[in-house]
């Protein structure tokens, strides 16, 4: 490891000024198109400086590479689960169950309480589909429609929609920014959703007395015939039956049990494959566009397409042919690209980290007992912290994520090293293991297990 210098406050606002003045300029020039590469590019090159400002410190070129590598490495996981989200929305969409979610949500439609059925649909809509903006703009605009056509003020109604779309989108696991913010972080998907409960729940639910406070007294006999195509059109194309709901509710029940989001965005994704198969033939076999092939084949290739490219939807109704037109594994493309050139800003603090503190955290991790070992580990993140008095939460989340890989790395080496394990252990030795029964003298039967430091009645 070379012996580096401290960034000074110059060499800090050097990549940090050039990422934002690229990022203005791509945006200037490609406006909302600016995020499908001409921001990734900006990252790219603002990581580039970064690590030509490291060399001018000391660094040596082969520690910054490793160091990318490793918070390249940090984020495959996250990287995984987007393919998993783009699959899981294509068959979704392919076996109905976004349809029938969306088909439920409008029958519910009164003008008494519109505008909190609005809200509620716009965020049913977002959550199945992972964009607010999407459904503001198609569904949302419908509902606008609608809300003209029963002599509501759409106004009103907008905000409904807006406040429904963003809840749903936030709270979706398959929205790329709800996705994007845990992934730059460090931390969990499923954590990140249960976090943002507790402040997006309460303010959805106020948002809805109060559309429902608007919406009191109002009364219409119009006839709405937005609503009866929106739901007539999805009707005519997909099979609308609760068994399409099964994937929803699978996905559902796995996060309830803390099941991690690989695995359960995955099994989504390949339910819905299977609910496509059984109760949307039709319309599988319509997506695959192969004449040429015997109908299970066709179902096949149509379930493949929609998993690899996503769902693409051709009613005739353009509002829902543009809202059912999405998913697939190369839909989160850009979003992955965006993960991996953001990461590239995280080698600096591992950089950081390893030069200043790998001789801490070695020596705290000698100490045997296991409450002062971990007392000395807080004590040295707490000096992390410190450290980065300017830093704001991602770049946090990114400085502790260069200290778990550090952390990582420091006993991994010990252990191939042949050096004792962090308790003393060799790696031939297990630790002590203890059972004592009737431990609980008012119970018919009680044990204690105890192995090491840990310990289970």
């Known amino acids: 490891m070379s012996k580096a210098r401290d960034a000074s406050i110059i060499d800090s606002l050097i990549p940090l ?13 490609f406006g909302s198109d600016s995020s499908y590469g001409p921001n990734q590019i900006a990252l790219i090159i603002a990581a580039g400086i970064a690590s030509i400002v490291a060399v001018k410190n000391g660094h040596l070129w082969k520690d910054i590479l490793e160091a990318i590598v490793k918070s390249i490495s940090t984020a495959m996981g996250a990287l995984l689960i987007f393919l998993c989200v783009g699959a899981l929305i ?21 003008p ?4 909190p059925a609005a809200c509620v649909i ?4 977002a959550l199945a589909t992972g964009s607010s903006w999407t459904v503001a703009g198609t569904l949302g605009v419908a509902l606008i429609a609608v809300s003209i056509g029963l002599n509501l003020s759409p106004e009103i109604a907008a905000g409904a929609i807006i406040s429904g779309a963003y809840f749903g989108d936030k709270m979706s696991p398959l929205s790329d920014t709800t996705n994007l913010a845990p992934a730059v972080t460090g931390s969990e998907l499923f954590e990140h959703i249960k976090h943002m409960v507790w402040t997006t729940t309460p303010s959805f639910i106020i948002a809805l007395i109060l559309f429902m406070v608007l919406g009191l007294g109002v009364s219409s006999e119009v006839e709405d015939a937005t609503i009866e195509l929106f739901t007539e059109t999805l009707n005519n194309t997909f099979n609308i039956t609760p068994i399409a709901l099964i994937p929803l509710i699978v996905v559902f029940y796995m996060a309830m049990k803390k099941i991690p989001a690989l695995p359960t965005i995955l099994s989504g994704a390949l339910l819905g494959g299977l609910i496509a198969f059984l109760i949307q033939p039709d319309v599988v076999i319509e997506f695959s566009d192969s004449d040429d092939l015997s109908s299970p084949l066709a179902m096949i290739k149509g379930i493949w397409l929609a998993l690899a490219s996503g769902y693409s939807s051709s009613t005739g109704v353009q509002e829902i042919d543009s809202l059912l037109s999405r998913g697939g594994m190369e839909s989160m493309l850009v979003t992955m690209w965006l993960v991996i050139s953001a990461d590239e800003e995280t080698p600096v603090y591992y950089s950081e980290l390893t030069e200043k503190y790998t001789n801490q955290i070695t020596e705290a991790f000698t100490i045997k007992d296991k409450s002062e070992r971990s007392s000395a580990i807080s004590s040295i993140k707490e000096d992390i912290v410190n450290s980065y008095p300017d830093a704001d939460e991602i770049q946090l989340g990114k400085v502790l994520g260069a200290f778990k890989n550090l952390e990582k790395d420091i006993v991994r080496k010990n252990i191939l090293s042949n050096q ?38």
């Open 112 to 115: 008494k309480i519109f505008y």
């Open 420 to 457: 004792p394990r962090i308790d003393g252990r060799d790696t031939d030795t297990v630790r002590p293991i203890f059972i004592e029964t009737d431990v609980l003298p008012s119970a018919h039967g009680s044990s204690l297990f105890t192995r090491g430091e840990t310990q289970a009645i």
């Open 17 to 29: 000024l050039s990422l934002v003045l690229m990022l203005t300029v791509s945006v200037y020039l």
């Open 90 to 110: 294509g068959t979704w969409l392919l076996s109905g169950t976004v349809p029938t979610l969306i088909y439920y949500g409008l029958e519910i439609l009164n």
């Open 122 to 125: 716009s965020a049913v809509a």
